[in-house]
Nanobody, 123 residues
Framework: QVQLVESGGGLVQAGDSLRLSCTAS????????GGWFRQAPGKEREFVAA???????TYSDSVKGRFTVSTDNAAITMYLQMNSLKPEDTATYYC?????????????????WGQGTQVTVSS
């Protein structure tokens, strides 16, 4: 069993940066793929970024070039560095993990989820 806890959300202005963290307990991200998703009010949850335990990453077009997903050397914490934030990035951000060496953009393929952290970007 894997428990995921996100942190790092908050209220920032457009153009600012923020780093989200997702800490795993129960096991590490080693041999797992991790993902970040977000859900804005009134919208469906959408894929943001994903990373494999060997460091291969993929991003949605809306965040490519602005966001970076990574893990620490111990593979216990996954990060989402968000730069040049825009008001449309406002959402609850969730981290997720799946027991696979392949990253996925589909939320149905992730087994473990965090509780979410709110990111609000003011204009």
């Amino acid at each position: 069993q894997v428990q995921l806890v996100e942190s790092g959300g908050g209220l920032v202005q457009a153009g600012d940066s923020l780093r989200l963290s997702c800490t795993a307990s129960g096991r590490t991200f080693s041999s797992y793929a991790g993902g970040w998703f977000r859900q804005a009010p009134g919208k469906e949850r959408e894929f943001v970024a994903a990373i494999t335990w060997i460091g291969s990453s993929t991003y949605s077009d809306s965040v490519k070039g602005r966001f970076t997903v990574s893990t620490d050397n111990a593979a216990i914490t996954m990060y989402l560095q968000m730069n040049s934030l825009k008001p449309e990035d406002t959402a609850t951000y969730y981290c997720a993990a799946r027991p696979s060496v392949v990253a996925s953009t589909r939320e149905s393929e992730y087994r473990y989820w965090g509780q979410g952290t709110q990111v609000t970007v003011s204009s």
